[in-house]
T-cell receptor, first 111, second 110 residues
């Protein structure tokens, strides 16, 4: 089945620790996105990538980093510089001028 | 002003009623429009694309008004299972940039 796979589903981070969220797609989509969603709020764009080895900052990129070494993979690292990382993280992919498809999300909690 | 705006609701609607949402967008170069549904603690899922001629899928009808720069979603004969947050999405001028509304929460009551 084609789709987007995010892992892990739940992640716990200690203060000062970097963590990496995985996102893989087998839809052969060019673009991939990372969003953050806080309770009761809308989606906020962290980073997006339209092509391998290239990515752009979204509205809330500070404290996050990404890479796009392969078309199907777009991992997100939440660094210790992100002071309030507890949120629901969603990865998506799309082709140009078309709808986006989402993974099931990762819930990150700081402990 | 946000580029894509929705009434956050919540809309409390009795089962069987008809409910309509509007979403306004500010970029006249926007080319693609979509409605998504998001259930609590789940990922958004595409409900329907919105075409210039309007389109219908069962109880759901989507309309686009380019002159006034808004899209609408109509749900007829609402079901309890329609309770969710409905997100409006606009593609900014073609390409890959998707602009998301904050969502409208719908609660269907028995």
């Amino acid at each position: 089945d084609g789709g987007i796979t995010q892992s892990p589903k739940y992640l716990f981070r200690k203060e000062g620790q970097n963590v990496t969220l995985s996102c893989e797609q087998n839809l052969n989509h060019d673009a991939m996105y990372w969003y953050r969603q806080d309770p009761g709020q809308g989606l906020r764009l962290i980073y997006y990538s339209q092509i391998v080895n290239d990515f752009q900052k979204g509205d809330i990129a500070e404290g996050y980093s990404v890479s796009r070494e392969k078309k199907e993979s777009f991992p997100l690292t939440v660094t210790s510089a992100q002071k309030n990382p507890t949120a629901f993280y969603l990865c998506a992919s799309s082709m140009v001028n078309t709808e986006a498809f989402f993974g099931q999300g990762t819930r990150l909690t700081v402990v | 002003r946000k580029e894509v705006e929705q009434d956050p609701g919540p809309f409390n609607v009795p089962e069987g009623a008809t409910v309509a949402f509007n979403c306004t967008y500010s970029n006249s170069a926007s080319q693609s429009f979509f409605w998504y549904r998001q259930d609590c603690r789940k990922e958004p899922k595409l409900l329907m694309s919105v075409y210039s001629s309007g389109n219908e899928d069962g109880r759901f009808t989507a309309q686009l008004n380019r002159a006034s720069q808004y899209i609408s979603l109509l749900i007829r004969d609402s079901k309890l299972s329609d309770s969710a947050t409905y997100l409006c999405v606009v593609n900014r001028g073609g390409g890959y940039q998707l602009i998301w509304g904050a969502g409208t929460k719908l609660i269907i009551k028995p």
